[in-house]
């Protein structure tokens, strides 16, 4: 069975997100519809949508009366989170600001084009996405897992490597994926402090404090200020194995770039893959 995308769309006409509703099973695609663009961004943050369709002048908040506004901060917030796009307005001719999105061809016109222009072009965008080419690991953020912030550092990481473009990789690849991993740690603490004590959830000194937490959670003793720690075995071999590549890698290869090939960037990329999806099932399981 084929991945089935979702999309969200945003406007404030309520025929118009009936007919997105109405289309969606015949092109294949989820959609989910606010009239608003504060119940747009809260529903994004907290879910995984592979695209969005924005209206130039909406809705703020359902209090609010249409206007540009609406587009500035939408706009500005998509871009940012890096999610596909595309704008569907009756206002294509007053908005100078589009002129870029229009020559990018992302902007479409209401009474000119279809509902089925829009889909054609943003499934288009989904599929050179790093989260359609890779969707088990992007599925650990949103919701109950890492916060979505924390997807833009893997969506760079992702994009870097697939241009071949490993200038200042340090602080494109080894660092990001770093702090994931460090997320990763952290986030099993709020889902359960009895897996991984709150006491070694503690990145001052980075590589020692993410080796704290293997070795914890690989049924270790942990010493930390006179202190010992220890708790049951809860990771596997492979990805015990999987968190020590990048531990092992990301904290030397930060300071010593020159010395790493294109092949071990991608071996810490696919180690952080592995553990993400292992961080999904240990949520999952707890819910």
């Known amino acids: 069975m084929s991945y089935i995308p979702t999309i969200v769309i945003d406007d404030d006409n309520e025929d118009i997100l009936d007919i997105f509703e109405l289309k969606s099973a015949k092109e294949n695609v989820n959609v989910v519809t606010f009239s608003s663009w504060d119940k747009t961004k809260e529903y994004l943050k907290n879910n995984i949508a592979d695209a969005v369709v924005l209206d130039a002048k ?31 307005t009756a206002y294509t001719d007053e908005l100078s600001m589009l002129k870029q999105q229009i020559a990018e061809g992302r902007v479409f016109t209401k009474g000119r084009h279809k509902v089925e222009d829009v889909f054609n072009f943003l499934k288009q965008e989904i599929a ?123 904290h030397p290869a930060s300071h010593e770039i020159q010395k790493y090939s294109s092949y071990t960037f991608k071996s810490v990329l696919w180690a952080i893959f592995d553990v993400l999806i292992w961080l999904k099932e240990f949520i999952d399981e707890r819910k």
């Open 58 to 88: 909406g809705q703020l908040t359902a209090d609010d009366d249409v206007s540009e506004a609406h587009l500035f901060e939408s706009f500005t917030w998509v871009k940012a989170a890096k999610i596909p796009y595309a704008i569907y």
């Open 128 to 250: 050179q996405s790093p989260k359609m080419k890779y969707p088990e690991p992007f599925s650990c953020f949103g919701g109950d897992y890492i916060d979505n912030k924390y997807q833009e550092l893997l969506m760079n990481v992702v994009l870097v490597l697939q241009n071949s473009e490993i200038k200042n990789a340090e602080n494109f690849l080894f660092n990001p994926v770093r702090m994931i991993l460090e997320n990763v740690f952290r986030t099993i603490n709020e889902v359960d402090e009895k897996v991984l004590s709150y006491a070694l959830v503690n990145f001052e000194n980075q590589k020692i404090g993410l080796a704290n937490c293997s070795k914890y959670l690989n049924g270790m003793h942990v010493s930390i200020r006179g202190e010992s720690y220890s708790g049951r075995k809860v990771l596997g071999v492979y990805i015990s194995q999987q968190i020590q590549t990048i531990i092992g890698i990301c």
